[in-house]
Structure formats: C-alpha cells, structure tokens
C-alpha cells in the first residue's frame, strides 16, 4: 500500500517545475540524485528527456521498496540526525565512480528539524562535483495562512502548506538566508502560484472572504509588503559558492551596519553646495552613519570635481564615504541605488543643495531609541538663497518655520510637507517589503516614497529643528528643472496612487470628519497659523439654474479678492440677464482646494431697496461645523446654503407677477451678486480640480426641486460676509 507521499507526476506541479529548472540548466552526467524522493514522481522526465540515470533516496521504506521494485536504484536513508560527515559520506559512496549531473531535494527540507545541515552537506557534494541543486519548500507566509494567523487559525492538515510531519517552516527570507549562509547562490526560479490554497477554509472565514472590507484591507498590504503573497511552493535552483556568507553574528564590528546611511544625490553642478553638505556632516556629534554620494549623469569634469571634492574631505568622513555613479534614469533612479547599497539601519536623503545641523544624526538616533522602525521626522526650517557670480552660494532671507510642524498624515496627503532632509527612513521596508521609490515619477518622488511608507510604519516626530531646507532665488533647481505641469502631472499620479494603500486613522478616532473635529474644537490650529500676508486672489464661480440644472453653460467666473487688512473675500458677479430666468444660483469661492469661513452672513438686496438676511445657522452643508466655522478638508468645496423661508427668498417687491416673492413665472432678470466674507482657501499650486459643477459650491435660493424662487426683478445684489478667521491647512497661495 503506497503512502500518503505518493503524489503524481504533474508538468505544473513542484516535479514538472523542478525539472524545467533542471533542463534549463543543461545538466549533464551521469547520475541524477533525487533526495526526499518519495516515490520518484520526477525520475521519467530525467531519463527520458534528459537522458540522464536516477538514484533515489529516502528515508519511507515503503517509497524506497516501490522504486525498487519498479527496477529503480534506490535507497534507504535518513538525512538530518547531527551526522554531517556521514551524510556527505553516504553520497560519495552510492555514486561508484559515476559523475553526477544535479541533486533535487523537492519538499523534504521542511521536514528536517535542522534543515541547514543537510544544505552544507549538499554544498561540499555540490561544489566538489561543480553541479547545481534544486529545492522546493512550501510557502507559510501564503495568503490563506497569513491572514487566518492574524485571527488566531493556524490549522495543521495531513498534507499541504500545513502538513503536520512539517518541522521546519520557510518564508522567502528563511529560504534565502538559510542557502546564502550556507553557501549556494540562486539562480533560477520557477516558483507556483496559487491564489487560493488547500488552507482556504472555511469559506465563511471574514478574513479569507474577498467582499469583507477586512479581507480588501489586509490584501492591499500584504501586496505592498510582500510580492509572495499568492506563492504555494517555491521552486529555486541553486549554485555552490566558494565562500557560505557571512551571518550578522559573525561580522567584526567595523563590519556591522552603522546607524545611518546618508544617501546623498548630485549632478556636480552645484560643487559648493556640496562642499557645504560634507562640510556639515564633518559636524556631527554623532558619527554612527555612513555616506553613500550618487553621482546621476555625471560628465567628466563634473565627475572629476565630485571626486576631488571627495578627496578634500577629513579621513575619518572619507573613509565612510562611497562614491557610486548612476549614469540611467531620471532623479528617481539614484534613490533606489542609494537605498540598496545602504547598510544603515536607517536611511536619509541628503542631497547637496541643503544643510543639516550638528545635531542632525544624534537627533534621529535618539529618536529611532524611543521608537523603533518608524519613520523619523524632525522639524526644518525654510530659507531663500542665491547663488552668486563664481558660483558662491548666499543666504538671502531669515530662517522661516514652514516646516516645523508635526507630521499630519491627512493633511501629507494633500500635498509634500516635509523636505527629505528631515526624514530618516528605517530600512526595513525598503529591504524586506518590496517600498521603492517610483522611478516613473520624474518630481515629487519623495512625497510618493514617505506616503507609501509611514502608512506601513508611522511616524516619529522630533520637535528641533536639525537642518536647512534651501530655497534657491535663481540657478537651476528641481523647479526650475521641470514644468509646473509635470509637477501637477506627478502630483496627480501620486494622489490617483492613494486608492491602492491602506490607511488606518489615529488612534481614538471613528472617521476623518470626527478627527478633524476634534482638532478644531480643541483650537489646536486656530493657535499654530494665521490668515496670509497680502492681498491675495482666487478664482471664484457662480452657477446659474435656468430650469435644467447647473452646468458649465450656466457658468460666470471672476477673482475671488482676499485682503488681509480686514481678513475679507470680495467678488461681484454682473450682467447675468442672458441667462433668462433664475431657478437658483450656487457659488464656488475657489476652485482649488479646501476653505474654511468663519460667521457666514448672507443678504440679498433688491432694486426696490428691501433686503433680507440669513445667517451661518442656515446653512447646509457635506462639511464640518465647529465653533462656529465651516471648514471643507478638501477641495472644490460642496456648501449647500438652505433657503429659510417657507415659500423661498422674500423681499418688499421687484416681481411682476408675485413682488414680494421668489416667483416662477418672471421674465428675464439681471442679477448683480457681491460677495463678502472672511476666508482663506487652500490653494494646490496652480492646479484646478476639474469635477461636475453639481458636487460642489454653495447652493443658494433652493428649498425644493419644483419650486423656483428668484423674482425677475431688474437688479439684486447678494452679500456674504464673515468675520476674520485663520485657516493653517492652508498651503499654497496665488499673488493677484
């Protein structure tokens, strides 16, 4: 009776890909030996195809007999009892003076409790006999198993991922290290792919149901964080290597990974800008870091200078410095090249047109003590400079404190708040998830870079400024180097990206909304920011309804004015008389981004010398109502004024047919709106938020659908007013 191993030889199973690996490798020989061999399911396909004799070796009596029996050479013997000498022995014996071609060991490591005996023994035969080796072992960080671990399920079955004889379990990492460590290098893989494993089960299981919104949230991680996911069995093919690689334990200690890898991008054609950056690290009161200079596309003489500047540093920094030249892609390239040569424990960007502090490194290490494997973010102060005939580099402004602020995971989403020097990137993520820097955007790579990983790692703020993030008044600079349109054209792709990645909101708060909120009401940002300085202006919309809808047809715009004396928006809006008769009219303050207003008054005035007022109260709206604000996190902002009124709007006259009421039936009308408020909108560079007119604006005359409420009177002017308020998510702003 045959066991529970007898498993059948299938092209698309771990023998078939096994002994694809196996004839891609062109073995030749005269032996095959296939150790684990259960019963020799792969032994046809290397004497028929590969021409090649078999030796079979397991420790099953019942697989060994078998083989026998079918006329196979065969034998009995258990690997992995503490006996490397003799295992390596028992091989050399069994060949007879024959050449060996290659060594298969196909599902058996995992079933050894010191798999790397057996994997040392192997490289000795390996690389005495220059042939390859190739492994399979079952992935327990698949899917199925990962996401029902996270539940407390870890269920042992009688075969399969989980198979109960499984001593030994291997992820990627285990695999790879275990044969680094021991000597073979990788060569070829033919791993299998299995969405859905024998560990899918139950099926009702929320965490392996692909509706339940805890599925769709652990999917989008373990894809960010590990590309094996959906891998079943890997299927490696491996080379014996002169030397087993060295184990963190036993490194000396001028070989263990320093703190910090500073990664320091240049061109070469700011030479003094990065004399000052190595002249700053030769500052530092902590020198656990090393310096990895990139140097993209670099010509001759600007190589040369990148190298003297090199040279002219002290010994002790030069000797901690690499200098590594990227001569292909755009600015995003030498990041990854960066990132992957970095041996620190953590990474930072440094490149050679900012300053840091002498604090800069001990700050981030003292913070990566208190907490470990977050991204590090220290405060930096802004300052504008110039470069000067001969290429001298001068400060032009006093420091500014733009960027000393504590990460805000919402409002980074909005756009980059944080220049690279003040970040210090564990390295974990790079390494072992797969967080790479997205060598398709050509800007804002950085932005992209911190998102993606602080929503994996959080973020560790550290209240001191430890750097300078320069401004640069004239001489070429990443703004300067690329259009404002491939700007906003990255930026767009960053936020399309944002729909791909897991976030998790603060502790202690249920939605966004209630977490803004709470910022409000506890006056946090009301303290830390003031309204701009300046007059300022931004475009600003009304939409007209006629009968059908608003619509870009039915559209006026003109520059929404902001004074800073008074803290007041401005706009007036005339000659509306072609449009005909008015259903209703909305008003967009800004097309471009979040606002916040502050006592929100609204008057209509008629020809006929009445007026009538409403107030904030009226007001109905998708945003947030706190303290007596109306703040819209996000832009084109949606308002929806309510009208009051039971039957509409209502003045002393100016109708035809119903003066003292918004009527349906009038004639054409010409309708003069002036606006006045207090607010400031938050302006994304220079960039519009193209969406349909009906998802945003401030509906205004709108009680109910089959009730029209504007007169046809000749004239009326419409007033919104507020008092001065402060708006610090505000980020950029458009001089009129």
């Not at 401005?570 to 800004?590: C, I, K, M, V």
């Amino acid at each position: 009776m045959r066991g529970k191993y007898d498993i059948a030889y299938s092209e698309d199973g771990t023998y078939g890909r096994a002994a694809d690996l196996l004839e891609q490798l062109k073995i030749s020989g005269d032996a095959h030996l296939d150790i684990g061999c259960g019963y020799g399911a792969v032994r046809g396909r290397i004497r028929e195809k590969l021409g090649i004799g078999y030796i079979g070796i397991d420790g099953d009596g019942a697989a060994v007999d078998a083989l026998l029996e079918d006329g196979t050479e065969a034998y009995r013997y258990r690997f992995g009892e503490g006996d490397e000498e003799r295992d390596y022995a028992f091989l050399r014996d069994i060949l007879k003076e024959r050449r060996p071609a290659a060594v298969t060991a196909l599902d058996l490591l995992e079933h050894l409790p010191e798999p790397e005996e057996l994997i040392r023994v192997l490289r000795r035969f390996c690389l005495e006999f220059g042939i390859p080796l190739v492994v399979s072992v079952p992935n327990v960080s698949h899917r199925d198993i990962a996401f029902k671990l996270l539940a407390g399920d870890f269920e042992y079955t009688e075969t399969g991922l989980l198979d109960r004889t499984h001593v030994s379990l291997f992820t990627e990492k285990r695999l790879v290290s275990a044969m680094e460590e021991c000597g073979f290098s990788e060569v070829l893989r033919n791993d299998i792919h299995q969405k859905l494993s024998d560990q899918h089960f139950p099926g009702e299981h929320s965490f392996l149901s692909r509706g339940s919104a805890v599925y769709q949230a652990l999917e989008k991680i373990k894809t960010m964080t590990d590309p094996n996911g959906e891998v079943y069995q890997f299927v490696r093919a491996y080379v014996p290597s002169e030397a087993a690689e060295k184990t963190a334990k036993d490194r000396t200690p001028e070989e263990q990974a320093p703190f910090l890898s500073v990664v320091m991008r240049t061109q070469g054609r700011r030479p003094e800008g990065l004399r000052e950056a190595l002249l700053c690290l030769t500052a530092q009161t902590d020198t656990d870091f090393e310096v990895l200079i990139l140097g993209h596309r670099l010509g001759g003489e600007e190589a040369r200078t990148v190298r003297q500047i090199i040279g002219d540093t002290p010994e002790w920094l030069r000797e901690k410095i690499r200098f590594i030249p990227v001569d292909y892609g755009n600015r995003t390239a030498p990041l990854n090249v960066g990132f992957e040569e970095a041996k620190g424990r953590y990474v930072s960007i440094f490149d050679d047109d900012d300053l840091v502090f002498g604090n800069w490194v001990e700050e981030f290490h003292r913070r990566a003590l208190a907490g470990p494997g977050s991204v590090l973010h220290a405060y930096t102060v802004t300052q504008e400079w110039e470069v000067l005939d001969g290429g001298a580099l001068r400060a032009v402004s006093s420091p500014g404190t733009l960027y000393c602020r504590d990460y805000d995971p919402f409002l980074q989403l909005e756009e980059n708040r944080c220049p690279p020097i003040g970040l210090a990137f564990p390295a974990f993520p790079f390494r072992q998830f797969g967080v790479r820097f997205d060598e398709s955007l050509s800007t804002t790579e950085d932005w992209d870079f911190l998102i993606r990983t602080a929503s994996l790692c959080g973020v560790e703020d550290i209240r001191t400024p430890t750097g300078i993030y320069r401004r640069w008044a004239n001489g070429e600079n990443a703004s300067t180097a690329h259009s404002r349109e491939e700007w906003d054209f990255n930026a767009g792709r960053i936020r399309a990206k944002l729909g791909e990645i897991p976030f998790f909101m603060p502790s202690g708060a249920a939605a966004l909304e209630a977490f803004y909120k709470s910022r409000l009401h506890g006056g946090e940002w009301l303290r830390e920011s003031g309204p701009p300085e300046g007059n300022f202006s931004y475009l600003s919309a009304l939409y007209l309804d006629t009968g059908g809808g608003y619509s870009e047809a039915g559209c006026v715009k003109k520059q929404l004015r902001f004074d800073s004396d008074s803290a007041r928006v401005r706009a007036e809006f005339e000659g509306l008389a072609e449009f005909g008769p008015l259903r209703s009219l909305r008003w967009d303050p800004t097309e471009h981004g979040g606002i916040l207003l502050g006592d929100v008054r609204i008057r209509i005035e008629f020809v006929d010398g009445t007026a009538k007022e409403f107030a904030g109260k009226d007001v109905s709206t998708n945003g947030i109502k706190a303290d007596g604000l109306l703040v819209f996190l996000k832009g084109p902002p949606d308002r929806h004024f309510r009208n009051p009124g039971e039957n509409g709007f209502e003045s002393g006259g100016g109708g035809r047919d119903n003066p003292g009421r918004f009527g349906r039936n009038h004639g054409a009308c010409t309708f003069h709106a002036r606006f006045f408020g207090s607010a400031r909108p938050q302006v994304r560079g220079e960039e519009s938020m193209p969406r349909p007119p009906e998802q945003r604006g401030i509906n205004i005359c709108r009680k109910r659908p089959r009730r029209a409420y504007l007169p046809g009177a000749a004239t009326q002017i419409l007033r919104i007013s507020g008092g001065p308020v402060r708006l610090p998510f505000s980020t950029t702003t458009i001089p009129s």
